[in-house]
């Protein structure tokens, strides 16, 4: 009975295409191979395919690049925003 309870619970994805990281992300395939080319998004071959894995996307999309909404006014965090982020490594 337990092994059919396993089958019902599902796991977390582990890694995103580069078209799912688009799409979660909002950002274009174009920026997305600027900042690995960069070095700030790190990606992992399974024979033909890259994929993103999920913490470097978590990685990219959460701390410094994050913007937040207070008093009905925009802030960037203290790192800047990803545009900012992405114009100081060149990409």
């Keep these: 009975m337990e092994t059919?309870?396993?089958h019902l619970i599902?796991?977390?994805r582990l890694s995103y295409s580069l078209a799912e990281s688009e799409a979660m992300s909002g950002?274009?395939?174009?920026?997305?191979?600027r900042l690995i080319a960069a070095g700030r998004l790190k990606t992992v071959h399974c024979g033909r395919r890259r994929l993103v894995p999920a913490i470097e996307l978590a990685k990219l999309l959460d701390c410094d690049s994050a913007i937040t909404?207070?008093?009905g006014e925009r802030r960037t965090k203290p790192?800047?925003?990803?545009?900012?982020?992405?114009r100081s490594t060149g990409t």
């Design 4 to 6: 059919q309870i396993a």
């Design 10 to 12: 599902p796991l977390p």
């Design 27 to 33: 950002l274009s395939r174009s920026s997305l191979y």
């Design 69 to 71: 909404v207070h008093d």
């Design 79 to 86: 790192g800047g925003s990803l545009r900012q982020v992405m």
